[in-house]
């Protein structure tokens, strides 16, 4: 058994998960597993082409692949296709399965990477294609821990600060990135063969703990519309940009979680503050972009001598 | 609400004219922004839409892999009333794909099931081999190739993420073939060049398929609105956003002719894509170069 620690929780899997960092075992808040997964659920509250979500359970297909059930938050059963190989497996684990299952557990899920900045948190959130990857890697190559790649758990603590848990993951990138970054040092194996997205090095990453979230940066395409740059939305459009960047946003609506958002939203807005950030998305302007970044930083309070 | 009809076309055939005639239409009959149109998100292979319908991460996917849970996407979002994480979809979708099975035998596009009717568009390939050379950055030669090749597709996303899932095309004539011949869904064809020389009335037609019935006297101002020069107009002054995303220099809206390829093609490249793709182009009334081109 391979034993990890994602977003707060203790995982043990009977696969190696590439691109996490092993840690020592201790009691699992989530099992991965092979075997025990039905073809169908009985009592579907909803349902897409290839899922179906119960009040505990949640089935999810890729036809011909694997197929796996969520249960209660606490396990991933998993059934491979054949010529699945065990990579194949942990890579949808980790990009489609343990998302879903967060969610389960009612923990708020945003679609973002994340790295430390001066001690808390920074967040870029959007959906796929948007480059939070990429900016991330960037920004651990100018010193920033990778805190989290592709999506992370925001939880309030105690006294109603918003926390956000390292997913223990390095950064995937595409090889156009790659290059792009010169980060071909630090490749590591594709995250599934044949399709040219690999796991990378990302050179530093956040240790263990927990941190206080700093600024929220919803990425967005520079249009002629939209000026390029960082803006402040107000506190409504805040909680809307937040909702919408969750991971799977169907599923966290599906299972009633709207208002953990909005709670979310508010405690993010009054801790680092919620932007928007438009930028040209061209890899020849990334430095630019992370420029306007070091220089909100440094007129944020909180994150005086971040940059 | 009733299931969405297919606007389908190889690349470069006016399918981008054809949908900004209808978002003049649903937008009053009045101008509209050609970078905010009312369809906005209406293409079968968005990345967007399949990731949301299946919740699945694409980049884990090949291409194939894709394709075999297209037909359930589009059967789900034919039924699909939206629940406020994205607006309902569109009435009128683009597609560029051929009408091709997948590998578990089922029409890529979800068939009777997915989609009411399709709108077919058509352009005379001479004159989509300039337009798609330059739209792809290829010498018209390759453009030719690529029009040839059965095997040719767009976004294969060989170099990293792509904003759209693989449309497989097949060849020019395999492409137009593969739509007219499928007995899934009716089809109703528009040619390009009815739509530049008698406006009103092939696009008055193809709504009428639709079971869209608009007045002549809207359907001309809409006409108007969205000619060709004040397309080209707003992209000059404006940008085309849907175009600058490939970062490529020119205009999208460029020359919008029927007969423009007589000048940018050579007698050797005519040749090559009358002799490639004859049969198809007599059926569509596209007449070969010797036999003088009405």
């Known amino acids: 058994m391979h034993s990890y620690r994602i977003c707060g929780l203790s995982v043990t899997s009977d ?46 297909r890729i036809p011909g692949r694997a197929d796996f059930l969520l249960g209660h938050g606490r396990t991933i059963r998993y059934r491979a296709g054949t010529g699945m190989a065990s990579g194949d497996i942990a890579a949808f684990v980790m990009g489609n399965a343990l998302g879903i299952l967060l969610h389960q557990r009612g923990l708020v899920v945003l679609h973002a990477s994340a790295v430390a900045v001066a001690g808390r948190a920074g967040l870029f959130l959007g959906p796929a294609g948007a480059g939070k990857s990429t900016l991330a890697a960037a920004l651990c190559q100018r010193g920033y821990p990778l805190v989290t790649d592709d999506f992370c758990v925001a939880a309030l603590d105690g006294k109603g600060a918003p926390v956000i848990h390292p997913d223990g993951r390095g950064t995937k990138l595409w090889s156009q990135a790659i290059a792009h970054l010169g980060l071909d040092g630090g490749i590591g194996p594709a995250v599934r063969g044949r399709i040219n997205k690999f796991h990378v090095d990302p050179g530093i990453r956040s240790d263990g703990g927990g941190l206080t979230a700093g600024p929220v940066y919803v990425l967005r395409e520079q249009r002629p519309s939209f000026q390029p740059g960082i803006l402040r939305p107000n506190v409504v459009d805040a909680a809307l940009l937040l909702e919408g960047a969750a991971f799977r946003p169907r599923v966290a609506a599906r299972m009633g979680h709207q208002d953990r958002y909005f709670s979310l939203a508010a405690a993010l807005g009054n801790h680092g503050g919620v932007f928007l950030l438009t930028r040209p998305m061209d890899f020849d302007r990334l430095a630019e972009g992370i420029d306007w970044l070091e220089t909100h930083w440094a007129g944020l309070p909180g994150l005086a001598g971040a940059a | 609400m009733t299931a969405p009809w297919w606007l389908s076309s190889y690349p470069k055939s006016g399918n981008t004219w054809f949908r900004m005639l209808l978002a003049t239409l649903e937008a009053g009959g009045g101008p509209i922004d050609i970078n905010d149109p009312p369809d906005r998100d209406g293409i079968a292979s968005a990345r967007g839409l399949f990731e949301s319908m299946t919740l699945l991460d694409t980049s884990l996917l090949t291409a194939d892999e894709i394709d075999d849970l297209r037909p359930a996407v589009y059967r789900a979002w034919a039924a699909f009333e939206g629940d406020g994480h994205e607006r309902a979809r569109p009435r009128f979708v683009k597609v560029h794909d051929a009408y091709l099975a997948t590998s578990r035998g089922e029409p890529l596009l979800g068939g009777a099931a997915a989609a009411a009717g399709a709108i077919v568009i058509v352009r005379d390939p001479r004159a989509v081999a300039p337009s798609l050379a330059h739209h792809l950055r290829l010498s018209v030669d390759e453009a030719i190739s690529m029009m040839n090749d059965r095997d040719a597709a767009l976004s294969s996303g060989l170099r990293g993420q792509t904003r759209q899932l693989r449309q497989r095309l097949l060849d020019w004539s395999g492409h137009v073939a593969s739509w007219l011949g499928q007995g899934d869904i009716p089809v109703h064809l528009v040619r390009y060049e009815d739509l530049s020389t008698q406006p009103v009335a092939a696009f008055g037609a193809a709504l009428a398929f639709a079971g869209v019935s608009v007045s002549d006297e809207v359907l001309a101002r809409a006409v108007d609105y969205s000619s060709f020069s004040r397309l080209q107009a707003q992209e000059r002054e404006k940008g085309f956003l849907e175009w600058q995303h490939s970062g490529r220099a020119g205009l999208f809206f460029r020359r919008g002719t029927c007969d423009g390829w007589k000048g940018e093609l050579s007698d050797g490249q005519i040749r090559r894509i009358e002799m490639a793709h004859g049969p198809m182009m007599a059926r569509l009334g596209y007449r070969k170069m010797e036999e003088g081109n009405g």
Request: no cysteine.
């Open chain 1, 15 to 60: 696969i190696e998960l590439p691109g996490v960092s092993p840690v020592g075992p201790s009691p699992p808040d989530v099992e991965i597993l092979e075997g025990g997964v039905p073809d169908t659920l009985e009592r579907a509250v909803a349902s897409g082409p290839n899922w179906t979500m119960a009040v505990d359970a949640f089935l999810l």
